[in-house]
């Protein structure tokens, strides 16, 4: 994903982390931040600025005008993104997304979409967000599961720039659901610690064996092929990481993966995980699955 924004993206953007002019009786798009905030704002962003004895809102556009001339892709996705956070609007959460509408109108026409992915907001293009990490995201928070949302923000983000690293993270996805299931179940880890090993020893206490049992007879054979299909996945995710992804290192600059493929291993893995955790939540209902 390039991030390239046009001058009328460039100015919303300001009026959201600025809160828009000091002689302004409307009230603010985003959150006012007085210059001393502005400049904090954008330092934690990588973006030097300073207001000095000039107006707080030039000041700004110019840092982000200088920041979009410079190209560096986290900075400005970083910037973006920033300026929807939603812990800074806790408080008013009508405002948030009041913010992402209006930031939303204005990027799409460069191509990018602000979305809502689990209690994050995250740059992305439109029409490329997905249910199913959706609903993973959704259910890693509910389950106090961090790790498995820092390793799908870390695939969602580099699935375009870095589909290497994106399929690397997909897996760590799959692993890290497989290892906490058996370190809440007091089980041992496999000597082959990898996704297709952790996988493997993961299914029989989850009843995910091709052999399940408890499933109407007329649906037995249809679930025993969709599980069989599911264990294709994860040999095909980490077989994809084994032989494209950045785990092992790679040549700088050397792209194997093309960012569809990348997107595909992304899906994949949160179809795999989003089941093992509903299979966790409904054979363990009094159990709370942690990261590890």
């Known amino acids: 994903m390039h991030i390239r ?44 600025m300073s207001v000095g004895n000039g107006s707080r809102l030039p000041a700004l556009i110019e840092a982000l005008e ?50 809502r992915i689990g209690q994050q907001v995250r740059l992305g293009m439109p029409g490329r967000s997905s249910s199913v990490v959706d609903a993973l995201v959704n259910a890693a928070a509910v389950i106090d599961f961090d ?7 870390r695939a969602l983000a580099s699935a375009e720039n870095d589909p290497e690293d994106a399929v690397t993270s997909a897996c760590s996805v799959v692993e890290s659901v497989c290892r906490s299931v058996l370190i809440e179940l007091g089980l041992p880890l496999p000597a082959k610690k990898d996704v297709q090993g952790l996988y493997q020893v993961v299914r029989e206490p989850l009843g995910l064996t091709p052999d399940k049992s408890g499933v109407a007879d007329e649906i037995a054979n249809d679930v025993r092929t969709i599980l069989g299909g599911l264990n294709s996945v994860v040999n095909g995710v980490g077989a994809l990481r084994t032989h494209g992804g950045d785990a092992h290192g790679r040549e700088r600059g050397y792209r194997r993966i093309d960012p569809r493929i990348a997107r595909l291993a992304i899906h994949s893995a949160s179809t795999v995980s989003l089941f093992l955790v509903e299979t966790w939540q409904k054979k363990f209902p009094a159990r709370q699955l942690k990261s590890h």
């Open 5 to 48: 924004l046009s001058p009328q993206s460039i100015e919303a953007l300001a009026m959201v982390i600025s809160g828009g002019g000091g002689n302004d009786t409307s009230p603010p798009i985003g959150i006012y931040r007085s210059a001393s905030k502005l400049e904090s704002f954008m330092r934690g962003c990588n973006v030097a």
């Open 147 to 153: 790790t498995v949302n820092r390793d799908l923000e």
């Open 66 to 115: 200088r920041a979009n001339r410079g190209g560096d892709q986290t900075i400005l996705r970083n910037i973006i993104e920033r300026a929807a956070d939603p812990r800074d609007f806790l408080s008013d959460p009508d405002r948030l997304q009041a913010v992402v509408d209006y930031l939303n109108a204005r990027l799409a026409y460069d191509g990018l979409e602000l979305q």
